[in-house]
């Protein structure tokens, strides 16, 4: 069995401000650590995990309409059949396997209107 979509945000958050202090030579102070750090924790408090029976019911037929594309995104195209929600990506994956999907052009022209 796979992670928990908890397990998932806490190994993506825990180390996620390395590389930004890492790769950034210009900014190796404390101040600038505690500002990538503090930022990236606050994802914990904007990012809501789904229990995996939420969407777990869905998971053959998000494999079905993936075969041959990305599998591993399986979990977010069963979350959005679970919800009856779309999905904004740019990962042509996800492009006419009959799922509802927004591109950031088209919702930037949603809100210009």
């Known amino acids: ?6 397990q998932h945000l806490s ?3 825990k180390n996620a401000g390395e590389p930004l202090i ?8 404390p101040e600038w650590q505690r500002l ?3 930022s990236v924790g606050l994802l914990r408090h904007l990012v809501v995990p789904i ?5 777990q019911s869905f998971e053959a ?12 995104d399986w979990h977010i195209l069963a979350l959005a059949l679970a919800l009856g ?22 919702i930037d022209g949603f809100f210009e209107r």
Request: negative net charge; glycine residues 8%.
């Open 1 to 6: 069995m796979g992670l928990s979509s908890a």
């Open 51 to 55: 229990p995996d029976g939420v969407f």
């Open 36 to 38: 990538v750090f503090g």
């Open 61 to 72: 037929i998000a494999h079905e309409r993936l075969r041959g594309r990305d599998e591993d």
């Open 85 to 106: 929600s779309s999905i904004w990506t740019e990962d042509t994956d996800f492009f006419e396997i009959s799922a509802v999907t927004w591109k950031t052009s088209s």
């Open 22 to 29: 890492r790769g950034n030579p210009k900014h190796p102070d």
């Open 11 to 13: 190994r993506c958050t």
